[in-house]
């Protein structure tokens, strides 16, 4: 198949909206010779506004940022070499040797930290790794068989695959081979590098096994339902840097099929009624979340780019119905997914226990992915909520402040008698399964690019991270600059710069949790209280302003120096679960602003398993500058089951673990309540 990439024209205009899936939104690179344009395509109507035209200047994001790029990074690239990772490509280029780790999916932790890098060389270049990630992708390539085969649990010895693979090629996709789910992070990451630095060595491989996908599945091809999703989103990016439609309807293929193969339907396992791999029935008649969850939030984000690329609703119809079971039934305070520890799936409707609870991390990065999604398909702030939920507490919670010690997992509370085998209490540097560190190193450095988005003459100002943003608005150049101390504080400041006066609807997202909503269902709520009035001035001057979707609209004509101020208040809130959660009756949880709050041994006299919260608890915020790289806690006088008071300092949780072992629990029973521990 002949690749005709963008030329320099159309290829801003994709940057300007395209490849941010998956975090990616494009950068400014190199020109590319013999090139032609792309087809015109149908697009999500809101589109983001790429990472790279936005500059940090946060004290909570940059600095967890930065360690991803001097730590992270390059201890994951160090980890694929000493464990064996790249030593599968080496022998696979010479079809020589023993596998020597333990999944055949274990290529794709290069592939992802390949992507990470290429973020970050995107917006901080950097010689040294860029000439390392060149050798890297050399040796990738020279493991890819000639017909763009590139799965090196097979290559090294084809006659003594690994077990989980078969005896042949894709025999065993549907369920545990991996190969598709292979082949979409080397699509995800080929994209990334690309469009970082314009050179194609790295998508050339990519696009060589996209073509051999393209020869071998479809309508009058072969047959599958991936099992390990992500190939869907893969083939979507390359679709947009080449506009090969091929690459599009394969997407489509492997979404249509799934609901067809004959599993046993009238079974109540997972694994053979095909609920665990989503493929249980066509993902159009779906209306459940189910299965592996990791799984589940990558079709569900497959499912919404091909919505958008296509024009057919009956798809978003789908994830509409997928998205309210979810986040109204199956979803923990935090915004952790996958209760199940037995497959790393969703449970039963409200099965969401907390001494078992799993949450992979991996889970709430594609929660991000596929909220994302949802937000640029309907411009509506409950899915934005949702993602700063899960980016500031059940998200970041799965990596160290080290930068190199990690949760596969993450619990809700370890008390001491905590024996469930999946429970980490500790991070961990590395796993056998590293998918989670792999995807924060891929995740993190492409957060700037979830801030804003645009539409029309709409400017959307989604996440308070304080920095500068280049966007267009009609035409007109527009700098945004923010100020904040967020999430600690919530007077947030905005200067509007544009070139020239320009007509503008600035959009500012009005928190869930500002406008008393827990969470967008009714599965959480807020215990009644003082929340305080958001307060909204344009140059000094208190504003009427509308509210649309969970927005703060102003329209007006923006000239340069224009101030916005917007005061967010952040009482300290107590939140309780819905009936249907036993596991949280008689007990509440503790928030301020975004952050989830979690009392930790290391802060505590007593043991948090000892504590008892008075009705209406008083707790007062306060900054600790020295704890954690600096956090607010919350401090207050509290009960203990053994009679007694003592003062009580809880942290976010998204910073437990990281002090060594010991107690810590997210949800406090409260004193005269019946419930159950």
């Known amino acids: 198949m002949m690749h005709s990439l963008m030329n320099n024209k159309y290829r801003a205009a994709l940057l300007s909206c395209a490849l941010l899936f998956g975090g990616w939104a494009g950068a400014q690179v190199a020109p590319v010779t013999q090139v032609a344009p792309a087809a015109p395509m149908k697009d999500y109507p809101i589109r983001p506004v790429p990472f790279t035209a936005v500059k940090l200047d946060d004290h909570f994001w940059l600095p967890r940022i930065e360690t991803n790029r001097v730590v992270t990074i390059p201890a994951s690239f160090a980890r694929c070499e000493n464990t064996g990772r790249v030593k599968n490509f080496e022998m696979a280029a010479v079809r020589k040797g023993k596998f020597c780790t333990k999944y055949p999916f274990d290529d794709t932790d290069i592939y992802k930290t390949i992507e990470g890098a290429s973020y970050s060389l995107a917006v901080h270049p950097d010689r040294v790794l860029a000439k390392y990630v ?36 894709w025999v065993k996709e549907n369920e545990l081979s991996h190969e598709l789910y292979n082949s979409g992070h080397l699509f995800e990451a080929a994209s990334a590098h690309y469009l970082a630095t314009g050179e194609r060595h790295f998508l050339d491989i990519a696009l060589k096994n996209a073509d051999l996908l393209v020869r071998t599945f479809g309508p009058d091809k072969r047959h599958v339902a991936p099992g390990h999703e992500i190939v869907e989103m893969g083939l979507v990016r390359l679709y947009r840097i080449t506009g090969q439609k091929e690459y599009l309807d394969l997407a489509k293929f492997f979404i249509d099929e799934r609901g067809h193969r004959a599993y046993d339907r009238s079974s109540t396992d997972e694994w053979k009624n095909g609920m ?9 008649d779906q209306d459940e979340a189910e299965g592996h969850a990791v799984r589940a939030m990558y079709l569900y984000s497959g499912i919404a780019d091909v919505a958008a690329l296509t024009g057919d609703t009956i798809y978003i119809h789908a994830i509409d119905r997928i998205w309210n079971n979810m986040v109204g039934k199956k979803i923990y305070v935090q915004g952790g997914i996958g209760a199940v520890g037995n497959g790393e799936r969703f449970g039963a409707d409200y099965e969401l226990p907390n001494t078992t609870a799993y949450n992979e991390t991996c889970a709430s990065v594609g929660e991000v992915f596929w909220n994302q999604r949802m937000f640029l398909l309907h411009g509506d702030s409950k899915y934005i909520d949702l993602l700063e939920k899960v980016l500031y507490n059940g998200l970041i919670s799965g990596v160290g402040l ?40 891929r ?26 943003a280049d966007v267009k608005i009609g035409g007109k150049a527009v700098r945004i600059t923010q100020v904040n101390d967020y999430p600690w504080k919530g007077d947030l400041h905005f200067t509007v710069d544009p070139v020239s006066p320009v007509r503008m609807d600035l959009r500012l997202r ?19 209280g003082i929340s305080g009035d958001v307060v909204l001035k344009v140059n000094g001057k208190e504003v009427e302003y509308k509210q649309e979707k969970g927005y703060a609209v102003i329209g007006r004509t923006w000239k340069k120096g224009d101030r916005v101020e917007l005061t967010l208040p952040m009482p300290v809130r107590e939140v309780v679960a819905n009936d249907s959660l036993k596991d949280d009756l008689g007990k509440v949880a503790l928030q301020r602003g975004p952050i989830m709050y979690a009392a930790e041994w290391k802060d505590n006299v007593t043991e948090v398993s000892n504590m008892v919260l008075p009705s209406m608890v008083k707790l007062s915020p306060v900054f600790e500058p020295g704890l954690l790289h600096g956090v607010m806690v919350l401090k207050g006088a509290v009960g203990k089951k053994d009679g007694g008071s003592v003062e009580m300092t809880v942290i976010p949780y998204c910073d437990w673990a990281n002090r060594g072992e010991g107690e810590m629990r997210l949800w406090f029973p409260v004193e005269g309540a019946a419930h159950v521990e």
């Open 402 to 441: 080290d930068g190199k010690s990690f949760f596969y997992t993450n619990a809700m509370q370890v008390v001491k008698d905590s024996s469930y085998p999946d429970l980490e209490k500790t991070r961990s540097g590395w796993f056998e399964c590293s998918c989670c560190p792999t995807n924060i190193a």
């Open 510 to 528: 009005l928190p869930g949790w500002v406008r008393s909503e827990a969470i967008p269902s009714g599965l959480y709520e807020y215990v009644p």
């Open 134 to 169: 060149d050798s890297l992708i050399t040796i990738v390539g020279k493991a890819q068989e000639p017909d763009g085969y590139l799965y090196t649990a097979r290559t090294i010895d084809s006659l003594h695959p690994h077990p989980w693979s078969g005896m042949d090629r």
């Open 276 to 284: 665990y791999w989503q493929d249980d029935e066509p993902v159009v």
């Open 443 to 468: 995740f993190l450095p492409s957060l700037p690019g979830y801030i804003y988005a645009g539409q029309g003459d709409r400017l959307y100002v989604n996440l308070f991270i304080a920095g500068t």
